[in-house]
Structures are given as C-alpha cells and as structure tokens.
C-alpha cells in the first residue's frame, strides 16, 4: 500500500507540475464582464511617437490599441516630446498622476545630447478619473544633482513606511570621478513638490543603470515584500522588505537568454486573481518591442519562461517603455469610453470645396493644402454634453477640442467643465445648404451654427444663402 500511495502522489505532482506550467506559459483569457489592464506607452522616435498612448488587454497577454491606435496625450512643454511613461494612482483611488521623460529623440536632441545636457525635468500629467487629464507641467527632479545632466525613466511607488512615494529615476553624473547613470530618488506626496533626491541604486565601476521598476508580492511568495528589475548590463532582479531600506541581489535573467544589451525597460504585471506575474521587456536590439516572460515568483530568476510569439499579441502599435495599471470594473468602463477606436474625419467646406476644417496656433479656420494634414483631421466624439450630439477632438492635439468663445472658434483643452463641454458640443443636422451635407447647430445657442466668415470659423446666426453655404460641410475621411 505505502509504495502504491507513494506512486500515486508522485503522479498527482507529476499532473500539478504540468498544469502549473501549461497555466504559467498560456494564460487564459479572462472572462468579458472581468476588470482588464491598461498599459501607457510610447511607440517609437519623433514627435508623433513619442507622446502617450494607451493599449487596453483582457487577459494581460493580448492587447488592443485604445483611441484607434493614435496619441491620447501630447506635451506641449519642455521638449514637446515624452517617453517612459508611469502611471501611479493613489491608495485610496481617488487620484492619478502619469509621469514620464521630457525628451524627444529626433526633434532637435540626438542621443549624445540626451545624455551630456538634456532636460533635468520629469513631465507630470494629473487626473482623477483616468479620463479626463490636466495639462502637462514640468517637474524638475536633477537640477539640485550636482553635474546632473539628465533625468530619465521615472518611475513611483507608494511607500506605507513614510506615507508618501518614492519617486526614483536615472540621472548622469559625476559622482567619486565616474560619470554615468545612476538611480536617484525624492519622496512626494504631490508630485508637484519633492524632497533633496538622494542616490538609490549605483552599480560598480563604470556600470551603469538607467531603467528599474518595482513590484510588491504578497505573503507567501518568495522571500522579499519588493522585488525590482533593473536594466544594467542584465536585467538584475533584487529583493527587500522594505523600499527604500537594503536591497539583495537575486541573479539575473541571462539563464534564459535575455541580457541587457538584448532587452530593456522592465514593466511588471501582475495577473489578476492569482500568484502570476509577467515581466515585459522591450526588444530594442532588434526593435521589437515589448515581450513578456512569466513567472510565479519574481523573486526566483529560475522559476521566468520566455513565452512562443503566437502565445501573446501586442496589439497594432509598437509598444515601448512603459506601464500596466490593473484596472477596477469602474475605471475600465470610464478608459473605453473615453477613447474608443472612433474614425478620423476632416470637414470640408460646401462653397470652398478645396478648404478644410483645420487649427493653426489654436486658431480655427478653413484652409486648403494643409499642412500638415493632421491640423485638419478630427474625432467626432460622443457631445461632451450630452448624447445625441458630437464634439470635435483633435487628431494631433488629444484633449484639445473645437469650442466656440464670445462666437469666435479655437481649438482649446477640455478642462473638463460644464461651460466647455456646452461650448464645444453641436447637433449634427442636415446641410443647410445640402441636405446630403451637415450643418453644425451650437448646443447652447441653438440658433447658431458653426460657419466660416471670411475663412474664419465663426458662431453665427444664419439667415441669407450664402451664410447656410458658409455653415454646411461635409464629413470625410
């Protein structure tokens, strides 16, 4: 009986080891009614790519393009251009912050100048809700660093120790006769205002370390509260109990074939309803992007799997360094119907046929040959006032809306109000002067309609034929 009931135990181990293994390297989809994840990221180089953008996946290994695969954010500060993006929300969810690097690669910084004297702030984006933003700011987190020269890949968590974050990101300097990149932290409860940045991780030698995140684990798994990644050469995993307190080092990924000069900008994620986590990579040897590894405990560089490409699905865009929020029921419902994958339209004119609809310095006016065309490309949204209507979100300036004020039109950012929402939402009717075309009739002054004035857009009155001429466009691709 004993040697009976030893062989069945071993085969029942045999099957968990199995199951465990097929459930670590092929993870079920999530049920539809089931909270996904959002992933903030950047795509690529120039100014366009490197803006935020959002990737929205139900089960954490199959992601879709949010916003029809186009920019949710754009900085208009500092550089004009953002990558490494964070996103953090508060303990008690009531606030968020997405906080990335102000640089912008092929729009006036090379990568040398990056390095040797480039912006020292971090970009900081707040909201309450996860859809409606504040306009960016600068936050400047190397300027008290002596010989700083950079601030790169920000990245914050919550610390219950000192009841505040740990925002913590690289910076090269010279510090003991070395010049390279180092980790620095503060410690904010704002992101507005920080403490003295302080050195956090510092490698020997010439090593240097430019991308590091951290996760919490729950009891029970590995023997560290706080397991960090680190791009250094390897991706180095290192433990601890407590953020800011002695870090252990655990190895590395090389075991698998992975090393730093392969892969970067570890993102973690945690899978929702059990002890399972990827480790996404961004491929940017061979451009890429982002790849996970699994693994049921990150504090065990023996126990990640690299994953077959056909098991995982990264979406239309290419995704590079970034980060994946799990989301609540309420918080995904709000996220997919901010920026659902709504068409882009442009409006053309009905008696200037060879005009469009477009902004230039926040202005609106109609214009033909424009350049570029994005000025003049446009997401006819749901009204922000009310359903039944539409609002004009712009292409290349998300967040910024088409809004009438004292009757005269700019192109201006929801800043999430009553009064702009009425100002920047119109019933689409038929064309006053074409019924096969559309007119535009102002939400809060229905006896105006948007129209063009001597190529300005204009709310008007409209009573003559040539003013319903002015006021009818049609929409097109």
């Given at each position: 009986?004993s040697?009976l009931?030893?062989?069945?135990?071993t085969?029942l181990v045999a099957?968990g080891?199995?199951l465990t293994?097929q459930t670590l390297?092929?993870p079920?989809?999530?049920a539809?009614a089931d909270?996904g994840?959002l992933?903030v990221?950047f795509?690529?180089?120039g100014?366009t790519?490197?803006?935020?953008?959002l990737?929205?996946?139900?089960?954490?290994?199959h992601w879709?393009d949010?916003?029809g695969g186009?920019m949710?954010?754009r900085s208009?500060?500092?550089?004009?251009?953002?990558r490494?993006?964070?996103?953090?929300?508060?303990?008690?969810?009531?606030k968020?912050?997405?906080?990335?690097?102000d640089?912008c690669i092929?729009?006036?910084?090379?990568w040398?100048?990056?390095q040797?004297?480039?912006?020292?702030?971090?970009v900081?984006?707040e909201s309450?809700?996860l859809a409606?933003w504040s306009?960016p700011?600068?936050?400047?987190?190397?300027?008290?660093?002596?010989?700083g020269?950079?601030?790169?890949?920000?990245?914050?968590?919550w610390?219950p120790e000192t009841?505040?974050?740990?925002?913590?990101?690289?910076?090269?300097a010279?510090?003991n006769g070395?010049?390279k990149?180092r980790?620095y932290?503060?410690r904010?409860?704002?992101f507005?205002?920080?403490?003295?940045?302080?050195?956090?991780?510092d490698?020997?030698?010439?090593?240097?370390i430019?991308?590091?995140?951290i996760?919490?684990t729950p009891s029970?798994?590995?023997?560290?509260r706080y397991?960090?990644a680190?791009g250094?050469g390897?991706?180095t995993?290192?433990?601890?109990?407590s953020i800011l307190g002695?870090w252990?080092d655990l190895?590395?990924?090389?075991?698998?074939?992975l090393?730093?000069?392969q892969v970067?900008?570890p993102?973690?994620m945690?899978?929702?309803?059990?002890n399972?986590?990827?480790?996404y990579l961004d491929?940017y040897?061979?451009?890429g992007?982002?790849?996970?590894?699994?693994?049921?405990d990150p504090?065990?560089?023996?126990?990640?799997q690299?994953?077959?490409?056909?098991?995982?699905?990264?979406?239309?865009?290419?995704k590079?360094h970034g980060?994946i929020?799990?989301?609540?029921?309420?918080?995904e419902?709000r996220?997919l119907?901010?920026?659902?994958?709504?068409a882009i339209?442009?409006l053309?004119?009905?008696?200037f046929?060879?005009r469009?609809?477009r902004h230039?310095?926040?202005?609106?006016?109609?214009?033909?040959n424009?350049s570029?065309?994005?000025?003049?490309q446009?997401?006819?949204?749901?009204?922000l006032a009310g359903s039944?209507?539409v609002s004009?979100?712009s292409?290349?300036f998300?967040g910024?809306?088409?809004?009438?004020s004292?009757?005269?039109?700019?192109?201006a950012?929801n800043?999430?109000t009553?009064?702009?929402?009425?100002d920047?939402t119109?019933?689409?009717?038929a064309?006053?002067?074409d019924s096969?075309?559309?007119?535009?009739q102002?939400?809060?002054?229905p006896?105006r309609y948007?129209?063009h004035?001597?190529?300005?857009l204009r709310?008007?009155?409209?009573?003559t034929?040539?003013?319903r001429?002015?006021a009818t466009?049609?929409?097109?691709?």
């Amino acid at each position: 009986m004993s040697a009976l009931f030893s062989r069945l135990v071993t085969l029942l181990v045999a099957v968990g080891l199995l199951l465990t293994c097929q459930t670590l390297t092929a993870p079920q989809r999530a049920a539809a009614a089931d909270p996904g994840y959002l992933m903030v990221h950047f795509t690529g180089e120039g100014s366009t790519n490197q803006q935020m953008y959002l990737s929205h996946s139900t089960d954490g290994v199959h992601w879709n393009d949010l916003n029809g695969g186009g920019m949710v954010l754009r900085s208009t500060v500092g550089t004009k251009g953002v990558r490494d993006p964070a996103l953090v929300r508060s303990p008690d969810g009531s606030k968020y912050w997405i906080i990335a690097t102000d640089l912008c690669i092929g729009c006036g910084q090379t990568w040398g100048s990056s390095q040797t004297d480039a912006s020292r702030n971090l970009v900081v984006w707040e909201s309450r809700d996860l859809a409606t933003w504040s306009q960016p700011r600068l936050l400047n987190v190397a300027g008290a660093i002596p010989d700083g020269r950079n601030a790169w890949a920000p990245e914050a968590i919550w610390n219950p120790e000192t009841n505040d974050y740990v925002l913590y990101w690289a910076t090269n300097a010279t510090l003991n006769g070395v010049l390279k990149h180092r980790i620095y932290y503060a410690r904010t409860t704002d992101f507005r205002t920080i403490t003295t940045p302080q050195l956090y991780i510092d490698r020997p030698g010439t090593q240097g370390i430019i991308d590091t995140q951290i996760i919490e684990t729950p009891s029970g798994v590995g023997d560290y509260r706080y397991v960090r990644a680190s791009g250094d050469g390897q991706i180095t995993l290192e433990g601890s109990n407590s953020i800011l307190g002695t870090w252990t080092d655990l190895g590395n990924l090389s075991g698998i074939g992975l090393t730093g000069s392969q892969v970067e900008g570890p993102m973690w994620m945690k899978f929702n309803g059990s002890n399972k986590w990827a480790l996404y990579l961004d491929q940017y040897a061979t451009g890429g992007g982002y790849m996970p590894v699994l693994t049921t405990d990150p504090s065990d560089p023996a126990a990640y799997q690299k994953q077959a490409s056909g098991s995982y699905n990264m979406g239309g865009t290419k995704k590079r360094h970034g980060w994946i929020l799990n989301l609540t029921a309420a918080e995904e419902s709000r996220v997919l119907a901010r920026w659902p994958n709504t068409a882009i339209n442009r409006l053309q004119s009905f008696n200037f046929q060879d005009r469009y609809v477009r902004h230039t310095n926040f202005d609106v006016r109609i214009d033909p040959n424009v350049s570029p065309v994005d000025d003049s490309q446009f997401r006819m949204r749901t009204g922000l006032a009310g359903s039944g209507t539409v609002s004009f979100e712009s292409v290349n300036f998300p967040g910024y809306f088409l809004r009438h004020s004292a009757f005269d039109f700019q192109l201006a950012y929801n800043d999430g109000t009553t009064g702009f929402a009425q100002d920047a939402t119109f019933r689409q009717v038929a064309g006053l002067a074409d019924s096969t075309w559309s007119s535009f009739q102002s939400y809060n002054y229905p006896d105006r309609y948007i129209r063009h004035y001597a190529y300005q857009l204009r709310l008007d009155p409209i009573t003559t034929a040539t003013a319903r001429g002015d006021a009818t466009f049609r929409v097109t691709s």
